[in-house]
Structure formats: C-alpha cells, structure tokens
C-alpha cells in the first residue's frame, strides 16, 4: 500500500513539508510505502475547462485522463492511479490553499473520479496564525466530490508556526499529524480487508448511476 504525500507549500522543506514528515513518520512505521511530492516553485496554470482530459478519441477511444498542458499534474496522475491514498498539504494563503496547489488540484481532480474513487485522502494546512478552518475546508472538498473516504485526526489537521522549529513547537498539531497518519494507515488496511472480504462474499461494489446535472436556469 502506498500514500502520496503532495506538498503545495513554495519551501521544499518548510512549515508544511515539516507538518507532512510528521504523518509520514508515522504512515512508514505502520508498514505503508509513501513518497512526498513537492510542486516546486515554477508557474502551474489553472484549469482553462477545455474538458481535453475527459474527451474520448475519435473512434471511440477512451478518454486519457491527461492534461494538455504537460506539467507536474500528469506526473503525479500517473502515479495516482497507482495510489492507495493521498494527504494533500498547503501553507494558509488568504484564507485559502496556496494559489499553486489550487491549480493543480483544479486539474488533478477535474473529470478524474475514476483514479481517486474510494481512496482514503486528508489534507493538512499551515498557517502562522489564522485562515486555517477556511483553507481546510476548501480541500475537503475536492474529495468529498470524489466518493473519496476522508480522514480525520483528533483535531482539525492544522499546525501553526512561521518556522519548521516553531512548528515542531506545536505539540497539539504535531500529535494531530501523527494519529493522522495512524489513523490513514489504520484505514487502508481496513478498507483492503473488507473489500477482499466483501468481494469474497458477493457483495458488489456500489452501483454508479449515469451523471445527472440540473441546472438552476434551464
């Protein structure tokens, strides 16, 4: 089982990288394989809904599931679809998700059900001070549109501080990372139990109706 571990701060290694090692300690000490992503500090561009990664081929063909743009979005799709879950990172930017994760998670999860469905996800933010209940708000959404299990900690997956030092000053958010990652790890290996278990038994998996959109002016 394995875990991607994306970290959307500009500092490779800073307050949220600091936050993810925590929960990546503790993912590796349950026996789950993890690998941390960072998205670096070139420009990653915004959906521009031209809708090319959901379009079938012209005979047919499956759609790719693929961005246009060939950027580190296709990467981390590529070994998304390998994944068993994912724990998404982000500095506190105005309230919200810094604007590069905004982007990229725009386009990973945009048309993508198919490779995050049922797979367990969290996300951690951290901030200096405030803004954090929005900015994890916004990227509990992103699974919640996905069928996607989310996973908690005993306290919102937040930590505080303007330096990794000062972050590793935060005993409650720190705590708060590592039962996150116990509690991820817990899961995945329930969820592999019981499906294994319920497949054996019969039980199908949920039935995915055709999509439905209703429209608020017809």
């Not at 945009?110 to 367990?120: A, L, M, Q, S, T």
């Not at 954090?132 to 708000?137: H, R, V």
């Not at 290996?189 to 209703?214: F, N, Q, Y």
Request: aromatic share 8%; hydrophobic share 40%.
């Amino acid at each position: 089982m394995k875990v991607l571990l994306v970290n959307g701060s500009p500092h490779k290694e800073g307050c949220t990288y600091t936050a993810l090692k925590e929960v990546e300690k503790e993912l590796i000490n349950s026996g789950i394989e993890t690998e941390i992503i960072w998205l670096g500090v070139k420009p990653i561009s915004g959906c521009l809904g031209c809708a090319q990664c959901i379009k079938k081929g012209p005979n047919g063909e499956p759609a790719s599931l693929r961005c246009f743009m060939n950027d580190p979005v296709n990467d981390f799709l590529d070994k998304a679809e390998k994944a068993d879950g994912f724990i998404f990172g982000s500095p506190v930017h105005y309230a919200a998700l810094s604007g590069a994760l905004t982007s990229f998670v725009d386009r990973a999860f945009y048309g993508k059900g198919k490779i995050f469905r049922y797979k367990p996800a969290a996300g951690i933010v951290s901030a200096r001070r405030g803004g954090t209940t929005a900015a994890f708000d916004q990227i509990n959404k992103y699974f919640t549109i996905s069928s996607m299990p989310v996973v908690s900690s005993k306290y919102w997956n937040m930590v505080h501080g303007s330096t990794p030092d000062q972050v590793r000053q935060d005993e409650e958010g720190m705590q708060v990372m590592r039962e996150l990652g116990r509690n991820m790890a817990w899961l995945l290996k329930c969820l592999l139990r019981c499906i294994e278990a319920g497949r054996a038994a019969g039980i199908p998996d949920p039935v995915k109706e055709k999509p439905v959109m209703t429209n608020f002016i017809r």
